[in-house]
């Protein structure tokens, strides 16, 4: 999806999410048992699908095509089920999760400031 949003810019957005979004459940369907679900748990997947899915892809691509294709994938990294599960659901996360959480947050926090600081000596003097 990130690739399509920075390499193709004037393809519209919602057909590239709507195609990233069939291709992975198509990909993930064997490894599914969809009659599993119930109505209860099919509501919160919609909203999920809507609040996540939708809202999310649709202000990533907006602001992607701001950005380079590497800060995009970095901020990409900092998706965080882990800690939405926790806060919605009260299930605790493993050790190693939040340690790895804590990693990749560092990294890229990291990075935007390396790289914010590099920006500000380039930058003309007045």
């Given amino acids: 999806m990130t690739v399509a949003i920075r390499r193709y810019r004037d ?3 919602l057909p590239a999410a ?5 291709l992975g459940a198509i990909v993930i369907l064997p490894l599914a048992a969809p ?5 209860t748990e099919i509501f ?3 909203i999920f699908a809507f609040v996540q899915m939708a809202l999310g892809l649709a202000a990533f ?3 992607s095509r701001l ?7 970095l901020i990409i990294a900092l998706e965080m089920p882990v800690l939405w599960v926790w806060l919605a659901f009260d299930e605790r996360p493993e ?4 340690i790895g959480g804590a990693i990749v947050i560092i ?20």
């Fill in 35 to 39: 009659l599993s679900v119930d109505a």
């Fill in 107 to 126: 990294a890229v926090a990291g990075h935007f400031l390396i790289d914010g600081y590099r920006g500000m000596q380039t930058r003309p003097k007045y």
């Fill in 67 to 73: 950005i380079t294709a590497a800060q995009a994938s």
């Fill in 44 to 46: 919160y997947l919609a």
């Fill in 18 to 22: 709507a195609v990233s979004s069939v």
């Fill in 95 to 98: 050790i190693s999760a939040i």
């Fill in 61 to 63: 691509g907006v602001g």
């Fill in 11 to 13: 393809v519209p957005l």
